[in-house]
């Protein structure tokens, strides 16, 4: 096993995952399917390096009516019969995306759909239509690389039905887990339909052989958590959600990579989303942005009184409701705080509830929109993130990016991307560890403090500005773990 990068000769990669940004994105795994294979390619210009990126071809895709072209069609064998479907590709980036379409993935307008099994049956095709692509483009696959459970099937199924004739005869897998808590429940069914036989290893709990990420985990040459301190938390009871135990049997082939952002893209000096440019020089630019932000949603803007907020799936793992209940603690003091997101109705609602109960001051804005996004990082000056688990998050790395400081619980990889002052050093960010709303109100009286002496401010956000969120040191860390697996198989 080695540590460094070596020279290496015409790698091919053939990335797979539910979401890949710039065609479709509705979380951090969008987000990171989109930008590591363009930073894995910058890392020789793509010369010596492939890759190829599978996703769905969702409706949503297809109403942008992008210059697609078709490659092929195909077909899947199910009990009692066939289901068949086309393969288009486009360029983007200098990368090649191929999009599987076909009639399980176009049954629903949603990405993710509410329903679990008609979710099941469409990432059961697509992760089978994938295993077709390097016969079907004669192209040898050194490395298939899935992430999360909605792709894990394709690892598992490859292991179990390796045919020495085909483009996949040498194939090493890796399994990205972004989320270990879904595992693609309710997928018993689809997974029968389409032949794909359960997990054999022994040392998976039963209930485990029939959900697609434990098959995928059993069954990976390499399991990679998006960070560090998440590779190490899932072998534990708290985060483990009872792979704990099989997770341990694994635990040599499992490390933590931490995931990086595109500094191109979240650039505040040049995103042309935000009201005013700005760099860690101009600083004072940022102010602009919160002034016109504020204006937007008709709150008032007040010299001292920072400006907090929250963009994010509304899911329990988020601790929205900590994050609410905490504001409500401190509501003596000054601040005001814009929320952005969707998903669970009841958090959407709560969310809702406290801009009524305080329309001076809050804002709930139930909606994904990504140029909205950016102009609450570029105006914002606290992200508050109280996560229950956080495997690595990336939001709090845009918000330093934009100078806005994280308030965060010390979890996943909002540990291993924040340095809080309290360890001694100036950090550019505030972590606490007790999931509940008074350490979090704490936390932000300790923001709030911090933020009303501004050359305090000033160079913890020039120091969060300064930092490096950029995939390269994560893109070579993948590129390292690809090579060890490819020796490892000669
Ligand atoms: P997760 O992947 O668990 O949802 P991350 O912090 O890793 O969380 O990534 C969330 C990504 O989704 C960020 O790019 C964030 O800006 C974006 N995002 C989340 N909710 C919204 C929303 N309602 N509108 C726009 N962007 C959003």
Known sequence: MTNELHSYDNLHVLFIAAEADPLVKAGGLGDVAGSLPVALNNIDDGKNLEIKIAIPFYNSIKQKNLPVTKVSDFEIDIIGGKVSGEIFSITISNL???????????????????????????????????????????????????????????????????????????????????????????????????????????????????????????????????SPTYAKEILTPEFGCDLQGFLQTR??????ILNGIDPEL????????????????????????KRALLKEFQLDFEEYTPLAIMITRMDRQKGIDIALEGLRMINDLPWQTILLGTGDKRLEQECKALEQEMPEKVRAIITFDTDLS??????????????????????????????????ARATGGLVDSITDPKTG????????????????AQTMKRAFDAYCSSSTWKSMQLEAMSRDFSWQRSAEQYLILYQNLINQSD
């Open 251 to 256: 635990q040599s082939k499992v490390t933590g």
């Open 425 to 440: 050093s100036i950090g550019p960010g505030f972590l606490f560890s007790r999931i509940d709303p008074r350490s979090f």
């Open 266 to 289: 979240w650039n505040p000096s040049s995103d042309p989303a935000i009201f005013s440019n700005f760099d860690s020089s101009h600083l004072d630019e940022k102010l602009k942005n």
């Open 96 to 226: 090649s995306f191929y999009l599987i379409s076909g009639e399980p993935i176009a049954r629903f307008d949603e990405t993710y759909s509410s329903d679990f099994r008609s979710d099941a049956e469409k990432f059961v095709f697509f992760s089978l239509a994938c295993l077709q692509l390097p016969d079907i483009l004669k192209w040898r696959c050194d490395i298939l690389h899935a992430h999360d459970w909605h792709t894990a099937v394709a690892i598992h199924h490859l292991k179990m039905n390796r045919h020495p004739s085909t483009y996949l005869e040498n194939t090493q897998t890796v399994i990205t887990v972004h989320n270990l808590p879904f595992m693609g429940t309710g997928s018993e069914d689809a997974l029968r339909q389409y032949n794909v036989t359960p997990s054999r290893n022994k040392n998976l709990p039963a209930w485990a052989r029939e959900l697609p990420l434990p098959m995928g985990l059993a069954a990976a040459d390499q399991i990679v958590a998006v």
């Open 374 to 407: 950016r102009r609450m990082y570029a105006a914002a000056d606290i992200m508050m993130m109280p996560s229950r688990y956080e495997p690595c998050g990336l939001s709090q790395m845009f918000a330093m990016r934009y100078g806005c400081l994280p308030v």
